[in-house]
């Protein structure tokens, strides 16, 4: 027996939701590992959204999709996560966000919690009931901390009625190791008035 690493858990949560010919976000696409793999999980009759505000993590999901010949199952778009119903209005089976900063990349550049949060808002009224909403959240970069506390802050206060709330951590490990927090929607949220 052995206990699923985070990324591997991710990972297990993303494929219990979503099946051939669903719509599915990354909204975090870095170097495209996630696109990649939601990308398999839509097969050809669904379609993934990947969002990076660089063109550098644009440029590398690209190539990685074009790398597999998967390019025609996602569109990657040069925009915040925030604005993803700009984009998706087909209601949505699963979403991942990989928070903070591209490896090897700018360090400067990472995710912030008003527009982290801005997209959860956006995506659980696109989910699907039955739908997930994945986030890794990486916290030992400088303002890591606060924007945990902010989506932790965030995510305690949803309704249970609508959203169930997971955190899945090892808490005995060093160095400030990520964590996952899975919203799975229940229950269609009441538009407000
Ligand atoms: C930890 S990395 C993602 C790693 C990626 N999932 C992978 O497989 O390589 C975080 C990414 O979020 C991006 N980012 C920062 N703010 C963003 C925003 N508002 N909307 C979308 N992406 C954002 C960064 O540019 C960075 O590439």
């Known amino acids: 027996m052995k206990l699923e690493r985070v990324i591997q858990y991710a990972q297990t949560l993303l494929k219990m939701s979503i099946t051939e010919g669903d719509i599915a976000v990354d909204a975090t ?7 990649l793999f939601l990308a398999n999980l839509v097969g050809d009759e669904g ?20 790398d597999n010949a998967l390019e025609h199952r996602a569109i990657v778009l040069k925009d915040g996560h925030e604005n993803v119903a700009k984009y998706v209005t087909k209601p949505v089976a699963g979403a991942i966000f990989n928070l903070g900063y591209l490896p090897g990349s700018n360090h400067d550049l990472v995710t912030k919690p008003n527009t982290t949060i801005q997209a959860i808002e956006s995506l659980l009224k696109l989910l699907k009931v039955g739908g997930i ?24 206060e949803l309704p249970q009625k609508y959203v169930h709330v997971l955190r899945y951590e090892f808490i005995n490990q060093k160095n400030e190791p990520p964590f996952i927090i899975a919203l799975e929607k229940v229950k269609n949220i009441p538009l407000e008035s």
């Open 29 to 35: 696409a870095g170097n495209g590992h996630d696109t």
């Open 47 to 66: 379609y993934v959204y990947a969002f990076d505000v660089q063109k550098e993590a644009v440029d590398a999901t690209l190539h990685r999709l074009l």
């Open 133 to 156: 909403i994945v986030l890794v959240v990486y916290h030992g970069h400088e303002g890591g901390k606060e924007e945990r506390d902010a989506i932790i802050h965030f995510v305690s």
